[in-house]
């Protein structure tokens, strides 16, 4: 199992978009995918469970993945929100 | 190739057409074949049954179709409950929203019975109330 904590530095935080984006980037891997915020967990492969977090700029997060292909799974996860979620700001 | 169910969006006047657009902003690709008839007020409820008919039976890829209304009782719903009388592989669910519309597009590789019940918690639980 990995964790790591990362925080949200995109300006407009987990809105739809970028849920659907995280969602779609991990839905292909087998590992069990979870997001800690604020002492709620949830499937980061669940649009509605990532956006339940309302998550925005500054957020602190914990994500954790466990599974076969968890270290593909995190870094394609943290990689999605270190490029902003390719939303440029 | 693996089938997968078809969507058909059965709502009132311009709130099918509005959910869809919302919903391709949010997901960018929509994963499952979709279709949307937004019922006219006064509009004759056979000629929605007729339209609605052929436009299940073209989104029918083999493993149904899951139809969408936007109030249950209304005549969109009432339309879609006469569907399976006409030879039409569905499930229809209720009080469609936009989270239960984006929760089905998360999950295209679901058969129909399980579908609808990933429509119907979704849904549900997407509405929140604040802390106030």
Request: aromatic share 4%; hydrophobic share 45%.
């Amino acid at each position: 199992m990995l964790e790591r904590d990362i925080t949200v530095s995109n300006r407009l935080g987990l809105h739809a978009r970028a849920s659907a984006k995280l969602v779609q980037a991990l839905q292909g891997f087998q590992a069990n995918i979870f997001i800690t915020y604020r002492g709620k967990e949830v499937n980061a492969k669940s649009i509605m469970g990532v956006m339940m977090l309302a998550a925005g700029l500054g957020a602190q997060l914990r994500l954790r993945a466990d599974g076969p292909d968890e270290e593909a799974a995190m870094a394609a996860m943290v990689d999605l929100f270190e490029r902003k979620f390719d939303e440029g700001q | 190739m693996t089938m997968s169910v078809g969507v058909l969006l059965l709502t009132h006047e311009a709130m099918g057409g509005a959910l869809i657009t919302a919903a391709r902003h949010v997901l960018g690709k929509l994963p499952l074949p979709l279709d949307v008839i937004e019922v006219e007020p006064g509009s004759d409820p056979d000629s929605t049954l007729r339209d609605a008919t052929l436009r299940a039976r073209s989104l029918d890829g083999g493993d149904g179709v899951l139809v969408l209304t936007d109030l249950y009782g209304a005549t969109p719903c009432n339309v879609a409950q006469r569907l399976p009388g006409l030879g039409v592989h569905m499930h229809c669910v209720s009080g469609l929203n936009l989270p239960m519309l984006l929760r089905v597009l998360n999950y295209p590789e679901q058969k129909l019975d399980q579908l609808a019940q990933t429509a119907a918690s979704g849904g549900r639980g997407g509405i929140f109330v604040d802390h106030a």
